[in-house]
């Protein structure tokens, strides 16, 4: 069965840090690019990062919102994806996703974890 399961949310105060997790299993990571996304109460869900397959460039890409701060990271050996989060601002507050999707469109999400950025 395809799952993707973000993990490492939580609270903290601005200027801190968070790492997100996102593990898959079901499928060969190699074949996909994973993105992470990330949606504000009461807002549309937005894209930060993605990072694309091995199979393809690997390569990585920004929002500019969080360019500077936020860094994609994948290991394939342990199925998992990387969203390390710096210098965390109030307005960062949102769940945030993981989804991977390979060059044929299909597309897979994980539930979610929640973000609180607050003093």
């Known amino acids: 069965q395809l799952r993707l399961v973000e993990s490492g949310g939580g609270l903290v105060q601005p200027g801190g840090s968070l790492r997100l997790s996102c593990a898959v299993s079901g499928f060969n990571l190699d074949d996909y690019a994973i993105g992470w996304f990330r949606q504000p109460p009461g807002k549309e869900r937005e894209q930060l990062a993605c990072i694309t397959s091995p199979n393809a460039d690997g390569n990585t890409y920004y929002v500019d919102s969080v360019k500077g701060r936020f860094t994609i990271s994948r290991d394939n050996a342990k199925a998992t994806t990387y969203l390390q989060m710096n210098d965390l601002k109030p307005e960062d507050t949102a769940v945030y996703s993981c989804?991977?999707?390979?060059?044929?469109?299909?597309?897979?999400w994980g539930q979610g974890t929640q973000v609180t950025v607050s003093s």
């Open positions: 989804n991977a999707e390979n060059l044929a469109g299909f597309s897979y």
